[in-house]
């Protein structure tokens, strides 16, 4: 630095940012990584701009579901709620795992204050493989009042032992001859 009251001034600046981020680490009891408040400083400092240009409305912000806390959007989509994503695969096996997940969910429902919109795959590419996807367990425990569902058959527990007893009979059609 070009004078000792310059290089007092910018190591106090550092202080500062070493507070701040141990208060927010204290404050996510200790479960926030450095990878994670980095995360945080460089959103705050992209919606800080945008505040500051309000002009431009229709930006699309992409961001983890960790990263939104304490944020708010008129339009949330959260995409990939499935399962072995949300809830993610190490997790299903334990209940406190599951619960942080469960946690993360009602995180990115409530981001939205206008429309929240939930996708979810019935297939897809993993290592050059396709699979088959579930959607997440945590769609069922929604209020069903409130959800719109789109492109999806409902089927009732009658149409579905009659599905399946067709399938039987016709395999038995298939063993008989």
């Excluded at 980095?38 to 961001?63: F, G, P, W, Y």
């Excluded at 399962?83 to 969910?105: F, Q, T, V, Y």
Aim: proline share 3%; aromatic share 6%.
């Amino acid at each position: 630095s070009s004078s000792p009251k310059m290089a007092e001034r910018r190591m106090q600046n550092v202080y500062e940012i070493v507070d701040w981020v141990k208060r927010l680490y204290d404050d996510g009891d200790g479960k926030e990584t450095l990878s994670d408040i980095v995360s945080h400083m460089a959103l705050m400092d992209i919606l800080e701009r945008n505040k500051e240009d309000e002009k431009d409305q229709n930006d699309v912000t992409l961001m983890t579901l960790h990263t939104a806390k304490g944020l708010e959007f008129p339009y949330v989509f959260m995409v990939g709620v499935e399962e072995e994503i949300l809830p993610h695969a190490n997790s299903m096996d334990d209940e406190n795992g599951l619960e942080e997940e469960r946690r993360l969910m009602y995180v990115g429902i409530t981001r939205a204050k206008k429309q929240l919109t939930i996708s979810f795959t019935k297939t897809r590419r993993r290592y050059g493989e396709s699979i088959t996807c579930e959607p997440s367990r945590f769609l069922e425990e929604l209020p069903e009042e409130h959800i719109e569902w789109a492109n999806r058959k409902v089927t009732s527990h009658k149409e579905m032992q009659e599905t399946a007893q067709s399938y039987i009979s016709n395999l038995q059609d298939m063993l008989d001859d």
